[in-house]
């Protein structure tokens, strides 16, 4: 299986790491699989993966700081990173940094492998018939100010004049729907 197409998973979640590892290996993926950010930058400059599956959070760090890694231990690697907690900001950042898709979980196989595909055409976005709601704008908010902060949540509830609890609580909260 040695032409197999070279896949790193990154996700500190070991049975989903495990799962979609088995997943992407049964559909002819040389799968190999980090738990946290050292192993994935040890395992990025060993097997130079062409693809790479990351996610957003990796034990309280950013997975987007492993873009920059990935794409140095091979320019033409395809990155798709996965997140619970989807906002505008963090997908825009992910696409700035050189991801190539970014997805909210829960997804599936199917959707990632199309994400890889550099063939397929873009993904029409709906635009929405009423604008967000107020709540949306909050979390969208949250989340820019909390990035550029660099997930420091104290800083960031200084910059939004809020209690560092009271955001706390905002963000353990899943994301409203528009």
């Known amino acids: 299986m040695s032409d197999a197409p070279t896949l ?4 500190d979640d070991p ?4 799962v979609l590892a088995r997943a992407l290996a049964a559909r002819g993926y040389a ?16 097997c130079r993966p ?11 760090e ?12 091979n320019p ?8 619970g907690y989807a906002s505008i900001a963090t997908a825009v ?11 909210a979980k829960p997804t599936d196989v199917d959707a990632i492998l199309a994400a890889f595909d550099t063939q397929a055409a873009p993904t029409p976005i709906a635009v929405a018939s009423s604008p967000l709601s107020v709540n949306r704008l909050e979390w969208e908010h949250i989340q820019r100010v909390l990035h550029e902060h660099e997930g420091n949540i104290s ?6 004049n809020m209690h560092r609890r009271t955001l706390q609580r905002k963000l353990m909260k899943r994301p409203v729907k528009r």
């Open 8 to 11: 790193l998973v990154i996700d």
């Open 15 to 18: 049975q989903f790491n495990r």
């Open 31 to 46: 799968v190999s699989k980090a738990l946290d950010i050292d192993e994935a930058r040890r395992l990025a400059e060993e």
């Open 50 to 60: 062409a693809y790479a599956v990351l996610d957003l959070n990796i034990a309280g």
């Open 62 to 73: 950013s997975g987007l700081a492993l873009i920059a890694p990935l794409l140095a231990a």
């Open 76 to 83: 033409a690697c395809r990155i798709v990173v996965l997140t």
């Open 93 to 103: 950042e992910a696409i700035k940094l050189g991801a190539a898709h970014y997805l």
């Open 155 to 160: 800083a960031t509830a200084r910059a939004l």
